[in-house]
T-cell receptor
Framework: KQEVTQIPAALSVPEGENLVLNCSFTDSAIYNLQWFRQDPGKGLTSLLLIQSSQREQTSGRLNASLDKSSGRSTLYIAASQPGDSATYLC???????????FGTGTRLQVFP | GAVVSQHPSRVICKSGTSVKIECRSLDFQATTMFWYRQFPKKSLMLMAT?????????EQGVEKDKFLINHASLTLSTLTVTSAHPEDSSFYIC??????????FGSGTRLTVV
């Protein structure tokens, strides 16, 4: 059974810091991995999608890497801003299924 | 870009009544949609996979008679919480799968049963 874990569970940092959020999964047989952002009481916004054949994806200040064989992904946030405060979720899509298995989430707070 | 509209965003209902939540893909067709439930400060739990023109596939432990899912068209899936009780109060989110684009999520529905 695929299990997805995120570390740390919560993070509070001053503005301007570079951050690394971690995601690990137990079964490497995945089709892709996706990072999402969720604001309180809201739906999910897709940040980055990494196909299993890819090593990383970048969008603005965000960079996500994928090491499928070791079951790990990291989301790097450069020069964090208060507007980055949210919960970040990673999710994997196992082979032969359209389902998404979500991680436990990291609640990020960036203070001025 | 792909947009999924979920309605209503908030609903309060009396115990014993039924509530319908709609999930629409606005600018693409989605043969597959998904319904999730999220408890406070917890991650998303997949409830069921909704397939256009066929019966939904429910995850283990999810009561299909309690949570009725209908996917009548390529752009609309509905979740009906029947005979709602306070323990059904939660945040419900839908998503739609678009090939090569990944998953797009609705904005969620906060259900409160009183």
């Amino acid at each position: 059974k695929q299990e997805v874990t995120q570390i740390p569970a919560a993070l509070s940092v001053p503005e301007g810091e570079n951050l690394v959020l971690n995601c690990s999964f137990t079964d490497s047989a995945i089709y892709n991995l996706q990072w999402f952002r969720q604001d309180p009481g809201k739906g999910l916004t897709s940040l980055l999608l990494i196909q299993s054949s890819q090593r990383e994806q970048t969008s603005g200040r965000l960079n996500a890497s994928l090491d499928k064989s070791s079951g790990r992904s990291t989301l790097y946030i450069a020069a964090s801003q208060p507007g980055d405060s949210a919960t970040y979720l990673c999710a994997v899509s196992p082979y032969n299924t359209d389902k998404l298995i979500f991680g436990t989430g990291t609640r990020l707070q960036v203070f001025p | 870009g792909a947009v999924v509209s979920q309605h209503p965003s908030r609903v309060i209902c009396k115990s014993g009544t039924s509530v319908k939540i709609e999930c629409r893909s606005l600018d693409f067709q989605a043969t597959t949609m998904f319904w999730y439930r999220q408890f406070p400060k917890k991650s998303l739990m997949l409830m069921a996979t909704s397939n256009e023109g066929s019966k939904a596939t429910y995850e283990q432990g999810v009561e299909k008679d309690k949570f009725l899912i209908n996917h009548a068209s390529l752009t609309l899936s509905t979740l009906t919480v029947t005979s709602a009780h306070p323990e059904d109060s939660s945040f419900y989110i839908c998503s739609a799968l678009r090939a090569s684009y990944g998953y797009t999520f609705g904005s969620g529905t906060r259900l409160t049963v009183v």
